[in-house]
Structure formats: C-alpha cells, structure tokens
C-alpha cells in the first residue's frame, strides 16, 4: 500500500511484519559486477558435470544448496545493476559468467532506509524448486510462481519470504524477486520523459528471465504465476494492464493490492493525506524537477544513494502515462482491457487493524477522538452517516478499523472483482483465522486477521511460527493457491466470483462479503 509519511510508525504493514522477523539471515551484499561476486571459478575449458543442485543459464552454470527437499537458488542477476549511468534507466541485459557461480547467498536487498546493508545494486532473485527441480528426466515441467513483495514500493525484498514448503508441498517453482523502491524505482523527471515506473520495468525484466530460464530449474515457462502481497499485489494488478506485460504470466494472484485500493486522509495515519497506489507521471515528474538541489540528471546520478533515498517521501506510487502503464490502472480495469488470465484476488478480514492500532500507540482511541476523526475526514454531513453505521461502541479504534477495512480494502477489491470477471475467471478469498500470528503492537488490541497476516500460511517468515491448527490452514491454503498456478481454479469446490470463500482455522466456506463489509452502504458514501 501507499508509504505513509509518518517515520515513528515503521511505514506498512509489510515493514511491520518484517519487524519482528529474525535477523539471523541478514542479506549479503555484493559486488557491483559480475566477476566480484562470490563464485567459484573452474577452468576455462572444463565443462563443468551437471549434478542435482546445478542448474545451466543463458548466463551461465549455476550451483545451489540442497536442504529439505527442495534446492535454491539465490542471489542470481536478472538485470545489470542500476547504478552509475543506469540509474533511472529500465534493467539492462544481466552479465554472464565462465564457469559455476556459487548461489548460495541473496542478494542485496534494494536501497531503503530500513535496512543498513541494503543497496543500489539489488536486480536480484531466488529461485526454490523441488529437489529434483533441474533433473532433465523429471516427468513434466512444474508451474513457476513468482513471488512480489509488499513494503509500501518502498521497503521489503525477495529473501524474506522462505518458499520452501510452498515448493516442496505444492510441486511449484517459485521464484522471488527484488525490484527497485522508493524514489530509486519510481523517480518522476521532466528530463526523462518514461520515468516513473522503473520498479515495474524491473518486475518485467525479472519475468522476461523467468520466460527464459525457467527450464533449467523444473519450471514450465508456460506456466507462470504472477502473485503479491499490498505493494506486491498492486504490482500485478499493474501488470494485468500493462501492455509490455503480455504473455509473460498466465496467472495472477493479489493479495491486498486491488488496483482500486485508495484511502481518505487520516486514514493511514493521523494526518496523512488522501492516497492511491497510482499517480499521473505529469505530477510526479513536477515533483522531479530541481530535487536535491540539482539541475540535471548528471548531477542527480551523482548523488550518494542516502540522499536520492530521501526522496522516497515524494516517490512511491508507480507513475502511469508512461509506456509502462499508458492509462491508470484503475480506468483500464474498468475498460476491460486487462490480459485474459485467471485471477485470484482477495483480503484479510480485519485488514485495518494494523493501521488503527497505531492510532492508540499514545494511548485508547476515545469516541470524542473517533467523531473527531470523522468530521475531519469525510465532512460533518457524511460523518453522522458513518457514526450512525458505524457507533463508536466500547473500543472507538475497533470500529475505526473496520471503516478503513471496509471502505478502503474489501470493497474496493470486490468492485474490482466485478470488473475482472466479465472478461476473465476470477476467485475471491477472505483470510479469517482470527488469531495468526501477530507484531506486538498493543497486548490490549486485538489484530485480528490483520493486512499481511496470511504471509506466514504461505511463506516461511523468520520467527513467526504456526500452531497445529494454523499449518492445517496453511496446507489447505497452499494447495489452493499451487492448484491455482496449476490449472487456473484454486480446486476444492471453490466456485468462481460473486462466491468470496473465507480462509479460516477449521473451515473454508461462503461468506457473504459484500454484506459483512457493507459495500452497498459505501457505493453511496463519498
């Protein structure tokens, strides 16, 4: 979702998450070419003998780590590092390499002011397969999801999410990727008349490489699933409707990232203003012109990478009108010109919780506090509207969640639901398991099935660790979302859209979400 302003509040929910993650494996930095990075090194000449954990670029010869079933691949280039001249360029043709190159490390996650050892130089992406992933005999190709994170388009990388058990249990390739952030990924100058958009040119890059190597771990390049959380599923979303996007997924799964997402002011964080996913590049490259105090785009290449991030305040929202995205993504959803593929697309059930508990970090949300902030966003008349469908009841900051998660995430994404499925199959989720794992924001708030608390049913995600009840969900929810990547329908019995099926601990059944989130009452409340 769109960066917030507020520092003291940690960005999204996705940086959030990433908080009480375990450190124990830091990302590596690398190297800004090729030949720097830690592999090793046979003879010119002596053709390396292909094993189990090896695998044949375009590139070259790749040797990964076998563990637990499956074999990764990490730290591989897509793209040549944007640094230097390539700042603010689209990804370059990756370097290749003689002899193997050790893949036993990430790469650097791209710049971001959270993360010390972050870098310019991150056009990287992991690749986790089966065991038998690169074995030439193995009876088919597997279908390849590639992962998306979220981070606001301004935090997070590919690393953080272990897709170990999502390969091994589902029989999937899954590929995660790094792509540029922040003001790095989506700078605006009127110098550079396609600028904007570079994170998405990134995300194209990384599936072009997909498209062209996915062979050599297992994979079915024709057989690609395209999937991400809030940023992460804004960019497929985006992609849905980029035309230099066609043919290089067959699938999309968004999480929390409908295109037509969008928050009032103060909704995000107390003072915010109004935000979307999406800006014109005309208002972002106006935003361009003489930062840092330069005058052109040779000086600002000069720039050390701490001031450019800076910047990230005015520069996180993927710019369309440009060749990327030439129209907003929400006007072409509802022009229907988005690529014919399947889509599965839903929520969490208490999305806004994360964001109201920081409403309270000073202190419980009083009704006085919540009137207040309804006049202050939605105007005196709409405000007794909402209070009137919305009473403050025992805990205001509850209720005030349930407004942002209704108004601002469940219905926008079942509208936009409703425009996919005239021209494309589509699938609607709920994720309720009401007590997932959960940051330690507030002992006395409860989170609820927060925005991102579905992560850890998917992912490996550091320290946050499932009961028995919750690796049940996990598994069910794994084998919808691989049968999805497979055969285009999550399986199971789970009909297409208007049927929203709920995620929950010891079922998954119907619920009737245009209901539970009140979406009638919002089609008519500014």
Known sequence: M??????????????LLVAVM???????????????????????????????????TRQGLLEGVTADGVTTYQGIPYAAPPVGPLRWQPPAVPPTWTGTRTAAQPGPACAQPEVADSAED????????????????????????????????????????????????????????????????????????????????????????????????GGDPGNVTLMGESSGGASVCAQLTSPTAAGLFHRAVIQSGSCLQNWPKNTLAPGDPAATYFAHQDKLAAKGRGALGCRSLKCLRAKPVKDVLSLNGRFHQPAYGTSVLPHSPARVLASGNVHRVPVLQGNTR??????????????PMTAADYRRLLTETYGRRQAARIARAYPPGATPALTWAKIGTDRS?????????????????????????????????RPDFP????????????FGMGDLRLDDGQSSLSRRMIAAWTTFART????????????????ARNTLSGVNAVAEHRCAFWSRTS
């Open 2 to 15: 769109p960066k917030r302003r507020s520092t003291t509040c940690a960005a999204l929910g996705a940086a």
């Open 22 to 56: 375990s450190t124990a494996d830091a990302v590596q930095t690398s190297s800004a070419t090729a030949g720097q990075h830690p592999h090793r090194q046979r003879a010119h000449g002596q053709r390396p003998e292909a094993r189990p954990d090896t695998a044949r």
């Open 122 to 217: 991150c056009l990287y992406l992991n690749v986790t397969t089966p065991a038998d992933g690169a074995d030439r005999a193995a009876p088919r190709p597997r279908p390849v999801v590639v992962w998306l994170h979220g981070g606001a388009f301004s935090s997070g990388s590919g690393d953080q999410y272990d897709a170990t058990t999502m390969a091994r249990q589902g029989d999937v390739t899954v590929v995660t990727v790094n792509s540029r952030l922040g003001a790095l990924g989506f700078f605006a100058h009127p110098d550079l008349p396609d600028s904007g958009a570079f994170g998405l040119q990134d995300q194209q890059a990384a599936l072009r490489w997909v498209r062209d190597n996915a062979a050599a771990f």
């Open 350 to 363: 208490d999305e806004h919780r994360l964001f109201a508990a920081l409403f309270t970090l000073d202190g």
């Open 409 to 441: 995430w469940v219905c926008p994404t079942l509208a936009a639901d409703r425009l996919l499925a005239r021209h494309v199959p589509v699938y609607s989720y709920e994720f309720a398991d009401r007590h997932p794992p959960a940051p330690d924001l």
């Open 447 to 458: 989170l609820g099935a927060y925005h991102s608390a579905e992560l850890p049913y998917l």
């Open 488 to 503: 285009g329908t999550p399986g199971d019995g789970w009909p297409p859209f208007p049927h929203t099926q709920q995620l």
